[in-house]
């Protein structure tokens, strides 16, 4: 974003707006621009580099923390309930899922727990046999708890090494679907007990602002133990997951980047934050 | 809410003639931050409040009112000027069939809203027939001929292998055939920056020339709106927008975002899932809830 080397009187202001337009939020802007500003009226930081390296320390010290000692669970199967809002990508993102445990050489298994919208199941169908991962599935609006407690007896059953359950999108404002997925989530321990072990929160790039009330609202009712960034392919940086995941200790798992079984990455926080700005 | 921010900054100015620049700066600093916590576009932000500094400096002060009130009252009004006034329909003339061609980012409600704007125009008095033009999505023509069966509206029967500028000339036909006068061309979700699938909108629209364009967008969208809109305005010259999941509780700066970088109006909203949750815009009702 800074294109000359030494600070003048705009570097402070273009920063704000390359942090703001990243969607990182005008609080937790002014925050991490506080002690920076400080620094560079103190003449303590001099150029463009030094600004940049401070700014990446200070976003490094918000995210590094939440995702160290944040390994995945030792458990066989490993049950993990993906869950958010309407169109954020969670049927692909477990697509994508299902192909990187594969190549690892885990059995996996699919749980189509989306049971309202209008092809669902035959979307996450499709994604099964392109993966090569086996589905439980139950006819269309049926209840997604008893989908999620068979689909974790039989995983069980079958030796599976992770079993993935797809949830139908809802709005964090939804009461009664909140309501739904505690009922999926009390389903899964039913079958299997201290599951589902894993919970992610699946956040669009594109989303603004309300991704940090979706987040405080999903993570009240089911307890949030990561997330996943879809979308990043786009031009939206998806810098809210930073204030997210700092103020809910909550790690990012994946980052999605395109429409395919390939397109997913591990998290990585120098990369994406270098990316941010 | 703003207004109550306002009224604790403008505490001080009981008493005083007119809104002066000085004393109006830091209630300006609350209404910047208020529109960048609704997600409207930094750039935008600035431009606005320029705006609404010119139009509050020098005004009298009202009895009725307090500063705070006032200033409210000013940003209010400039809000829904800046995203009414514009022609608010579905553009319709001009095709036999009429039709409308959906198109968005990946997700943004376009399938569901084909739905919703079926039974829109069947309420309306028209006759339509909803076209699946996404082969890539999987199952997303399964998704749309499942809703056209549950609203009773006929769907062109599309198939994966088929382009879908291909698809669209032969649904044209198909449709006068079915006795249905305007089509609705669900196109499949794209990133702005995808010059390839962009290229495809833009073959698919000289095909088959629609009668509106209309952008579905993300109520919950940040500061990247001005990027997607502007570049699909710039490749289709969209007739309009319509904002979707706004049953949520996101603020939907976008709306003043998208309306200002490409001058087009919004003409619907999306409420919900279901067919019926589909409503005109309100300029002033979306202002205020900007304004939180
Ligand atoms: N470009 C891009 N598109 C993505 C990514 N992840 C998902 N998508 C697309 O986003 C759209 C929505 O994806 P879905 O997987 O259906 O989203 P969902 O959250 O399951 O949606 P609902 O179940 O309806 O709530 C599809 O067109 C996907 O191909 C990504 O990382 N990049
Ligand atoms: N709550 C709510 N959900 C909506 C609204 N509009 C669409 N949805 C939901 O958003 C999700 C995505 O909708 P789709 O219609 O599949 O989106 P799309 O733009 O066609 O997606 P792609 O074809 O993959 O680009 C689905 O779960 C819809 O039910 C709305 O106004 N409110
Ligand atoms: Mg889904
Ligand atoms: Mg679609």
Redesign the interface.
Known sequence: FITKTELTEDSLEELE?TL????M???TVMDLMEPITEKVNKKQITNSKELRAALTDAMLDLIKPVHENKELPNKKPLVIMVVG?????KTTTI?KLAANFKKQGKKVMLVAGDTF???AV??L???AQ?TGVQIVRHRDNSDPAAVAYDGVAAAEARGMDVVIIDTAGR???QVNLMEELKKIRRSCHKSLPGSPHETWLVI?A??????V?QAKLFHEAIGVTGMVLT?V?????GG?VVSICHDMDVPIRYIGLG?KAEDLREFEAREFIKALF | SLSDRLGSVFKKLKGQGKLSEKNIQDGLKEVRLALLEADVHYKVVKTLIAAIKERAVGQEVLESLTPGQQVVKIVNEELTNLMGGANEEINLSGGHPASIMLVGLQGSGKTTTAGKLAVYLRGQGRKPYLVPVDVYRPAAIEQLTKIGKELSIPVYPSDTETKPEKIAELARIKCAQEGCDTMILDTAGRLHIDDELMAELGRIKATTPPSDILLVADAMTGQDAVNMAKAFNDAMDVGGVILTKMDGDARGGAALSIRSITGKPIKFIGTGEKSNAFEAFHPNRMASRILG
């Open positions: 707006e703001i337009t990243a969607d939020g005008v609080n809002v309407n169109g954020v990508g697509g919208r209008a092809a035959e979307q169908e499709i994604w392109r709005l964090h404002t669009d594109n989303t603004g602002q309300n991704a009330s979308k392919d786009g031009t939206a940086k809210i429409e």
